[in-house]
């Protein structure tokens, strides 16, 4: 496709519009174990926790790619949840289980931007699974590589 | 020839085996290692599943479209479903998935699809069925795209995934044959490691009994048999060795030569052990040992040997054998040798000594007339004088000079008598007989009668007659003849003094002979005549103008000669001596 400058110019205005609109909707549903109503955090909410910031390479993408995000074990003790295993779900409806310990070996985190910029919905946003898939090589299997949930939309612990 | 054969291909055998072994486990383990990254599967070759999800997107939208038609769908929820359509399309144009579609050709496609997409505006929230009609429409082709697309993945990953299985059939099938190989090379290897223990269990087996024969032969040996390491510490000593040197294996065994006994210390011995370290083989004959300080030593021969270590000297042994007889036996040898030389040097003296009397007399009686001629001057004279004045004194002579002077004459006729008697005897005897004469004769006697005679004839004479103190002047010899040489020697120092000076006569003696030195100081003997002096009729030059025959000497040195003595003129450029030389008596006793 050929952008023209001012295609260009619309597309951005496009992809800038939701993004602002969504900042103020709950983007993340979590259920823990024994609470009768589910945490719905908003973009802000997430933000409002320590960030956690790593490079890594993925096995959608090319090169590696710098993602900031709340580590996964952060977040659950801040909404104080225990659990054994995690069901993570997509807008697109794809459900995957977790492990929980997995947190615990591993700085896995829910990014919110990638090499610096927020993640869209119409790409792998606004939320992200993302391990430090180049820190460990143990990550670097197939087993590990389907748990990198994009498009995150809700997390039950149970 | 068959036996170097065997120990060839029992060293070659193995050696292939193990090449073998190495190679094919080398090849086992590549093949593995790609076996290994082959079996790696990456999320990459999950493309079927990206496909289904696309189509499933795909289908979402164009459902809640339908939905939005009959009012169950709002426009925020189709805004959802157009995201998660577009972030397919995001994915897909991303990394791996867009190298993928462009392998299987579709690229092309999908870019134009994603144009159509990202011309799509999102719906107002008051959207019209017919807003809704255009978006179905405009997502038509999208759902037959990725039916499609999965079909062609499908096809490729497969075929991809039946390449693969059949690479790694072919590497496993590779690698079974190599282990195989490498069970066979194994059992060569074990059999030929069975074989060679039991080879080398065998040969340890005969070592052993070879090294039990050698300790016995060692052991039983009379000869003293030690070995030393090439640091000189004693590493074999034999009981024959205890026996020879009084200390026990317990004692040497570890210990450096040098202090187990001093002769291992002496100079050939050291030198001798250092050879046979260097690699050479020597022996020493007949070194003594000094076993005890107070008793004779042994006498051993040495034969030092190196020991080798496949061409490496590693120490030394040494062979003592006990030689002391052999020594003694040589030694004995040698004395009785010596004994025999020493008679024969004694018995061949004697008969020169009895060749020169012989000699002498010979030459005296072939002379007899020269010698009588001569000898017999002096007496006559004497005698003739002695009667003369008897004669003139006539009757005014008393009795008692006659008797005196008649006594002088007789004495002188005498001596003429006992001279020719002498002669006659000794040149009857010959060789041999000659000292059957010999008897014992005080030179100082002889001197002083001679020195009356000699005064009774011209009594301005001056004779000194000297010794050493506590002479032993007795010499053997025949006393008439030893009268004769002295008179000889006295009267020819007379003859030749200068005017007022005496002749002095001095007796003295060494171990075997008397010696009678007759010097006076008169005019020098010339070097030119001095070899000639005692050859008969010679006259030397200082002898002119006085009276004589030049047969005296010869007479003198003749008589003492045939005494087993000699007469010399001794060199001084002073005084002129001749010396007499007779054996003493006192050594002939002895």
Request: glycine share 6%.
């Amino acid at each position: 496709m050929r952008l023209t400058p001012l295609t260009a110019l619309v597309c951005l205005i496009l992809a800038a519009l939701p993004v602002a609109a969504q900042d103020d909707k709950p983007v993340l549903q979590v259920t823990g174990l024994n609470s009768d109503a589910p945490a719905r955090l908003t973009i802000a909410d997430l933000r409002a926790l320590p960030a956690t910031t790593f490079s890594t390479s993925t096995v959608v993408t090319d090169a590696t790619h710098r993602f900031t995000g709340v580590l996964l074990r952060d977040l659950l003790g801040h909404l104080n949840i225990k659990g054994k295993m995690v069901t993570a779900t997509a807008l697109n409806d794809y459900v995957i289980d977790i492990p929980m310990s997995d947190f615990e070996s591993f700085d896995v985190i829910i990014a919110y931007s990638m090499d610096g910029r927020a993640l869209e919905r119409a790409d792998k946003g606004p939320l992200w699974i993302v391990y430090p898939r180049d820190a460990h090589k143990k990550l670097q299997d197939i087993r590990y590589d389907y748990r990198w949930v994009w498009q995150l939309s809700e997390i039950k612990v149970r | 020839m068959r036996r170097l054969c065997g120990s060839r291909i029992r060293l070659i055998l193995p050696v292939i085996a193990i090449l073998i072994f190495a190679v094919l486990l080398g090849f086992a383990l590549i093949r593995m290692f790609k076996v290994e990254a082959d079996i790696k599967v990456d999320a990459e070759q999950n493309m079927l599943w990206v496909m289904h999800q696309s189509e499933s997107a795909t289908r979402r939208l164009v459902e809640t479209t339908l939905r939005a038609e009959l009012g169950e769908a709002d426009a925020e929820e189709i805004a959802l479903r157009l995201d998660l359509l577009r972030s397919r399309f995001a994915l897909l144009q991303d990394g791996p998935q867009r190298r993928f579609i462009t392998e299987i050709g579709l690229h092309q496609r999908l870019s134009e699809l994603h144009a159509t997409l990202q011309e799509i505006q999102p719906l107002p929230k008051a959207f019209t069925a017919a807003d809704v009609r255009q978006l179905r429409q405009t997502l038509t082709p999208f759902a037959a795209f990725f039916v499609r697309a999965a079909n062609m993945t499908m096809v490729r990953e497969w075929d991809n995934l039946g390449g693969r299985l059949e690479t790694s059939r072919d590497q496993l099938r590779q690698i079974i044959v190599s282990l195989i190989g490498i069970m066979v090379t194994g059992t060569v290897l074990t059999v030929t490691l069975f074989l060679s223990l039991r080879l080398s269990r065998q040969r340890n087996a005969m070592l052993h009994r070879e090294r039990d024969f050698s300790s016995l032969l060692v052991a039983s040996s009379g000869e003293g048999i030690l070995a030393v390491d090439d640091a000189r510490r004693c590493t074999i000593w034999n009981p024959a060795m205890s026996n020879m040197m009084g200390q026990t294996a317990e004692q040497t065994i570890g210990r450096e030569l040098s202090e187990i006994a001093g002769f291992f210390d002496v100079a050939q011995v050291r030198q001798a052990i250092t050879a046979a370290l260097g690699g050479k083989i020597n022996s020493l004959a007949l070194q003594p040992y000094f076993r005890d300080a107070h008793a004779p030593p042994l006498h051993v021969d040495l034969r030092v040997s190196p020991m080798r270590n496949d061409e490496q000297v590693v120490g030394a042994i040494i062979f003592i054998h006990d030689a002391s007889d052999r020594h003694m036996a040589r030694q004995k040898d040698a004395e009785i040798r010596g004994r025999l030389e020493h008679l024969v040097a004694e018995r061949t003296r004697e008969l020169d000594d009895a060749l020169t009397r012989e000699r002498s007399a010979a030459d005296l009686y072939r002379n007899f007339a020269g010698m009588i001629s001569h000898q017999f001057r002096t007496p006559l004279a004497v005698a003739d004088s002695a009667l003369q004045r008897l004669i003139r004194r006539g009757p005014r002579a008393d009795a008692n000079e006659t008797a005196e002077r008649a006594a002088v004459a007789r004495n002188a006729i005498a001596g003429l008598t006992r001279l020719v008697e002498s002669t006659l005897d000794a040149v009857r005897l010959q060789a041999g007989q000659a000292s059957a004469k010999r008897i014992a004769c005080n030179l100082m006697q002889v001197l002083e009668v001679l020195g009356t005679q000699l005064r009774a004839t011209s009594p301005d004479i001056r004779i000194d007659v000297h010794h050493a103190e506590a002479v032993d002047a007795v010499a053997l010899c025949d006393p008439a003849h030893a009268e004769q040489v002295l008179e000889n020697l006295l009267s020819n120092a007379l003859k030749f003094a200068d005017l007022d000076t005496n002749v002095s006569a001095r007796v003295h003696h060494d171990d075997k002979h008397v010696h009678c030195d007759i010097s006076n100081a008169g005019p020098t003997i010339d070097d030119a005549d001095r070899d000639r002096l005692f050859e008969p009729n010679f006259r030397g030059r200082n002898s002119v103008g006085t009276q004589g025959t030049g047969i005296g000497l010869f007479i003198a040195r003749s008589l003492a000669r045939m005494q087993g003595g000699e007469i010399r003129l001794l060199s001084d450029d002073a005084r002129t001596t001749f010396r007499m030389t007779l054996p003493r008596f006192g050594d002939t006793k002895g």
